[in-house]
Every structure is written in C-alpha cells, then in structure tokens.
C-alpha cells in the first residue's frame, strides 16, 4: 500500500523536529597525550560540532557507548589497548561499524600498518606532525557529511510519516471512492471507500481505464470528455450515473482533478466519489411531505370556504322552509311565491356549487384530458346558438376568422368554459348591450373573447377573480353566484394547455378570453370530420 501512496505524490508539511533544534554532530578524539589533544582541539573547534576527548582507548569506548559520533579521530599509539585494537571493538558494534575513523601516527609503520588500518575500516591517516589546515578540512567534510546524512535520514523518516498520514487517511475515507489514474485515465490507486462503494477489489481495477465505472451507453465518451475538461480547467466535477461491480446504477458526485507531480508535471489525475444515493432519497421525500402539507393545508383552507359558502344558501332554504311550515296557510300568495322563488335560487346556488366543486376535484386528480381536433369556427357558434335559446331575449354577436387552424381541445370541456363565460357577461354585463364573441388567430394558437359592456373589472381585480370563491363587491346584488365558475374555466383550459385573463374593455366593461393550442400541421391531417359539430 505505501507503494500505491508514493504515487500519489501528495506533499504533507511535517515538521521534522518540532521547533527543537538538532544536536550538533560529535567529534571523538582519543589520544594519550594530553598536549596533543589540547592542540587538537584549538584547531578543530567549531560552532558547528561538539568535540569530546579520550586519552585512552578504554575511555573512547566508554564514549561510543553512549552516543553517535561523526568521526572517529583516533591515535595509533596509546598504551593499553592501541588505536587498532579501539577502532577493531568499535567496528564490532553493529552501531559504529559504519563511523568513519581518522588514524593519527607519529610515523607509518610500514605497509601491514596501513593496511591493518584500512582493512578496520580506516577513512585516512594522518602523520605528524599535523598540518592544522589539512585536519581542519578533513574533519570538516566529515561534519558536513555526517550533518546532510543525517538530514536526509530525518526527510526520509518525515516522508515515511506523511505517507502513513496519507494511507490512513485514504483507507480511513470509506465513505468516498479514491482513485489516482495515470495521465491515459487507467487507475492506479484504490483505496477502501472505492472497494466498499464499487465492490471492485484493487487487483480487479489496477490498469483498467476509469471509464468502467460509469454507466455510460456512449463507449466512455462522457468520463473521456470529464478527462479533457481537467486537462483544460485542472478539475471537473458533477453528478454521474455510476456502475457497481453486481451490476446495477447509482448516482454519485464526482469530483475529477489534477494529480500535480513535486516536479511540477502532470501526474494524471485524482478522482473522488460519493453515492448520492440515499441522500438524493431523503431529498424526494422530503419535498414530497412538504407538497403533501401544502396540499392539505390548501385541502383545509377550501373545506373552511367550502362549507361556510355553503351554509349560506343552506340556512337561506333552511329558514323559508321553516317559516313556509309553519304558516303556510295563514302566509299571502306571494310571499310564499317569493318564498319558494328564493329556495329554488339558493337550491340552484348549492347545486351549481356542488356541481363545480365536483369538476374541480375531478380535475385536480390530474387524469388525461381526452383531446381531439377541433374547428372554433365551427364549435363556438353552435355553443352560441345553444346558449342564446336557454338565455331568452339575449344579444350575442359573433365575430370569428374563418380561417382558423384547427385546434388541441376537449369539445365538452370548451362548452363549459364558453357558456361560463357567457352567463358571466349576462349577469354582470350592461342590460340591452349586446356581449360579442371574437375568434382570432395567434401564432401557435387561437384566442377565444367575450366581451361585455357591464361594470367591468380593474386590472388588480382581474389577477384575483380565477381564485376560488372570489366575489366582487360590486357585483354582490347583481346576480347569485359562488365564485367557483372562473376557476372552474381557468382549470379546464389549463388541463387543454392554454391560458385565460381578462381585462377591462376599452370603453367600459369587460374582456375575458382564453386560448388553445393550435394543432400542428402533421396531426392536422388526421382532423378529417373535426369535432366542432358538437353543437
Ligand atoms: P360567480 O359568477 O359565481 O360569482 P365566477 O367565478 O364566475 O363566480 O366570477 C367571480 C367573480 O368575478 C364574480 O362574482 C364577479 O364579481 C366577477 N366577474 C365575473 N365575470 C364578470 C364580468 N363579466 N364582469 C364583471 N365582473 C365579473
């Protein structure tokens, strides 16, 4: 695993020695003579090193027991054990055996000496008497020497540490898929999260091209095209459709970015993913409660206006009728006439009341509207004609294109809305004027109008009156209504795909219109005997 991590080439900051400064490197050296080690020293001190002396090889032992040296500077000639002996029981420790050693001789003992020297592991000689300059170099390479081995002994520690860091908290994140690929898109790391989430082991995806784990139709088209887009932009992420190991889909967020090199080079890239799965679950059925609340609390709002609106015509029949049993015969004629006229309006009210209700809700339950092609031309002036006979003495002009395309609707459903909106204008329009009909052409549709010369609307009015049980004030003593009619048209033409408003008319009164789609010309063809004959 640390192999797979060194791939990674992903730069911790570690402080390697945490603020302490490092000790300096030691010099041991060991000599008999007092003198020549007080003249030692005075050439060899230095702020950079720490210098210990030992005037036998018994007590350079000692010293080499109880730390690291960087070098070793070591009299041949001491009584007792000698300078080879000492170097020969240094080189036995598995600790000093690589200590180098500086041998000082008063004369080279021929050849076997220098080699004896060597052969115990012997960097130099020196002879004396000394050249202080040339011991002073020579020692110094040795400080310098032992001072970056030992740096980089502590980078190598530190980088073995970041990279423990790193694999712990790579196998730690199970929670997201890690995946380091080459610069071609293959993957060459995989850590737990990525086994756990895909159920590939990493041996089954070493090499293979990043593309196996999305659910892609197009050969891999969409994770090469997220692979150029890093290139260009050094990260690319989104929600993808993913593909696990057992088969089967899953939405992940993927997060594609740039795996940077220490030189500075492409290194290919680092992917990151998480399912999204549930999350995306919680989400839906989190916005589902809250529709379902809205539409209970609007389920509570229209049963609280539904029944008050419908208590009053209930106590209106309630009350004539108690007061017509009780005193029918003692009652006049035309009070109980007017009586009677009054419980069969508020009977009417109720029904017409229920009725709507009964279409709202059918249409609130989002069923398909059948539709069919149909002529305007030829379905309004027979609605018209209908509506003129119920509506005795009732003026109505009609100003409709001939030419108009054939349109998407419900013959049944676009009855209701044009005698609605016909009664409307009877009921609130001007008496002896007469109410027009207007069909013209849109570009995509065609547009239905009823005017009226009554007391019209203002244009605040008009954004509210589609709204349930929305009543006029002005308009109270006019006529008898529920305020459900414009709702019920506004409901119909929706579910046919059109609009409807209104607007005061020029000159006074009102304009309400709506509009249907009209049919493209490939379905046009099939209109044949186009509804509209309805009527
Ligand atoms: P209703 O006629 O039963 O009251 P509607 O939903 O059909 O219910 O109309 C709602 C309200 O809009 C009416 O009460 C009236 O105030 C206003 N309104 C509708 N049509 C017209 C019109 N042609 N002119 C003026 N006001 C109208």
Redesign the pocket.
């Given at each position: 695993m640390i192999g797979m991590v060194r791939d990674l080439s992903l730069r911790v900051g570690v402080t390697p020695t945490d603020g302490v400064l490092p000790a300096p490197p030691r010099v041991l050296i060991v000599d008999d003579e007092p003198k020549n080690l007080v003249a030692m020293q005075a050439i060899l001190e230095g702020p950079d090193r720490e210098l210990v002396c030992a005037n036998s090889g018994e007590e350079a032992l000692r010293h080499v027991l109880n730390g690291d040296f960087a070098l070793i500077i070591l009299d041949v000639h001491m009584p007792g054990i000698d300078g080879f002996d000492t170097a020969e029981l240094i080189r036995q420790r598995e600790q000093t055996r690589d200590t180098p050693i500086l041998f000082i001789t008063a004369a080279v003992r021929g050849e076997f000496a220098v080699s004896r020297g060597y052969s115990l592991g012997a960097v130099d000689y020196l002879l004396r008497p000394l050249e202080p300059d040339v011991l002073r170099f020579k020692v110094g390479v040795f400080v310098d020497l032992y001072r970056k081995t030992a740096e980089i002994r502590s980078q190598a520690a530190e980088l073995a540490r970041a990279e423990a860091f790193l694999t712990s908290v790579l196998q730690g994140a199970t929670e997201h898929a890690i995946a380091a690929l080459d610069t071609a898109g293959r993957i060459v790391v995989w850590n737990e999260g990525a086994r756990r989430i895909y159920g590939y082991a990493h041996e089954a995806v070493a090499g293979r091209h990043v593309r196996m784990l999305f659910d892609d139709d197009a050969q891999g088209a969409l994770p090469q095209a997220l692979l150029k887009h890093v290139d260009r932009q050094g990260r690319a992420e989104g929600e993808f459709w993913q593909r696990r190991v057992a088969g089967g889909s899953f939405v992940a967020r993927i997060t594609i970015s740039r795996r940077e090199e220490a030189s500075g080079a492409g290194g290919g890239y680092v992917f990151v993913s998480r399912d999204i799965t549930a999350e995306r679950q919680a989400e839906q059925a989190r916005a589902e409660l809250y529709q379902l609340r809205e539409a209970n609390a609007i389920k509570d709002e229209f049963l609280g206006i539904v029944s008050h609106e419908l208590r009053t015509p209930l106590t209106m029949i309630l009350g004539n009728a108690q007061s017509l049993g009780a005193r029918f015969r003692s009652l006049p004629p035309d009070v109980v006439e007017e009586s009677l006229r009054e419980m069969t309006l508020n009977a009417r009210r109720l029904q017409?009341m229920v009725e709507s209700m009964l279409l709202l809700s059918h249409l609130e339950t989002g069923h398909d509207v059948e539709s069919e092609p149909v002529l305007v031309q030829r379905l309004v002036p027979g609605i018209v004609k209908d509506f003129g006979e119920a509506f005795e003495g009732v003026d109505i002009r009609l100003d409709i294109d001939g030419d108009l395309p054939p349109v998407e609707a419900n013959s049944t459903y676009v009855h209701q809305i044009v005698s609605?909106?016909l009664?409307?204008?009877v009921?609130?329009?001007a008496k002896g004027s007469p109410i027009e009909v207007v069909a013209t052409q849109l570009p995509d549709a065609v547009r239905v109008a009823?005017l009226?010369r009554?007391?019209?609307?203002t244009e605040e009015?008009a954004t509210r009156?589609?709204e349930?049980?929305?009543?006029?004030?002005?308009?109270?003593f006019?006529?008898?209504?529920?305020?459900?009619?414009?709702?019920?048209?506004k409901r119909l033409v929706s579910a046919l795909g059109g609009t409807i408003g209104?607007r005061p008319r020029e000159g006074g009164?009102?304009e309400?219109s709506f509009t249907l789609r009209a049919l493209d010309a490939s379905k046009a063809g099939v209109a044949g005997a186009l509804a509209g004959d309805i009527a």
């Open positions: 017409a609605n909106l009664s409307n204008a009921k609130y329009g009823v009226d009554g007391s019209g609307i009015e009156i589609f349930p049980f929305t009543r006029l004030d002005r308009t109270q006019q006529a008898a209504g529920a305020g459900l009619g414009l709702t019920v048209c209104a009164g009102s309400f």
